[in-house]
Structure formats: structure tokens, C-alpha cells
């Protein structure tokens, strides 16, 4: 079971980015998938999440208007777009996974130690 996350790079402020989340090993329809980042020395904080069945998503405040979460459930991959980047969101970031059993389908939440499996984090830098 992997997560591969990719797409990060250095944007300058109001430019936007395209995270990738690829899955191996395992179905990503079956899993709820989290977005999560970190900057060094700061505690991790949930950005997006979107459930199993794709119906529900969830963005904290901090993406809420900024950032699109979807899933490509054909190619086993999640996305987040991220637009008017700000410095602010210079950070690493994750993709997690949880499997989501029949009664879970809808379940989405920024709770990291909820997720089963984490990817290797990709850097997003937002600097002019």
C-alpha cells in the first residue's frame, strides 16, 4: 500500500498549483482521502479531505474558497487544486488514506491519526 504525493513546487503569491495523490497497492474508492500540511517546527494542520464515495469533502478554513479537492477514482489518484496561493501555504504537504467501510462512505475528517496510510509529503513553496 502506497500513496505517491507529487505536484509541489515553488509558485509566487496568487498562483496556484495542482497536487497529485497516486494510489498503489490498493483502491482509492474504497478509502477516504486527507490532505494534510506541515511546516517545520508547527503542528500538522488538515487542509481538505473528501470521502470514499466522493460525496462529501471538507476544507479548513484556512483552503475554504482557495482549494478544490476531487478524486479520479479510474486513475486511482486525488487531487487538490490550490489557487491564490499565499505565502502562508508554503508547507509540506500529505496525502493520507483511510479505508472506509459500507457504513463509511461519507466519512470525511481532518483528523491525522484517523488515516490509515500517508504518503511522502510534497514541498509547496509560495514566494515572490
Known amino acids: 500500500v502506497q500513496l505517491q504525493a507529487s505536484g509541489g513546487g515553488l509558485v509566487q503569491p496568487g498562483g496556484s498549483l495542482r497536487l497529485s495523490c497516486a494510489a498503489s497497492?490498493?483502491?482509492?474508492?474504497?478509502?477516504?482521502i486527507g490532505w494534510f500540511r506541515q511546516v517545520p517546527g508547527k503542528e500538522r494542520e488538515g487542509v481538505s479531505c473528501?470521502?470514499?464515495?466522493?460525496?462529501?469533502?471538507y476544507y479548513s478554513d484556512s483552503g475554504k474558497g482557495r482549494f478544490t479537492i476531487s478524486r479520479d477514482n479510474a486513475k486511482n489518484t486525488l487531487y487538490l487544486q490550490m489557487n491564490s496561493l499565499k505565502p502562508e501555504d508554503t508547507a509540506v504537504y500529505y496525502c493520507?488514506?483511510?479505508?472506509?467501510?459500507?457504513?463509511?462512505?461519507?466519512?470525511?475528517?481532518?483528523?491525522?491519526?484517523?488515516?490509515?496510510?500517508w504518503g511522502q509529503g510534497t514541498l509547496v513553496t509560495v514566494s515572490s
Open positions: 493520507a488514506a483511510r479505508y472506509s467501510d459500507s457504513r463509511y462512505k461519507s466519512w470525511c475528517r481532518l483528523i491525522g491519526p484517523s488515516y490509515n496510510y
Open positions: 497497492g490498493f483502491t482509492l474508492d474504497d478509502y477516504a
Open positions: 473528501i470521502s470514499s464515495s466522493g460525496g462529501t469533502t
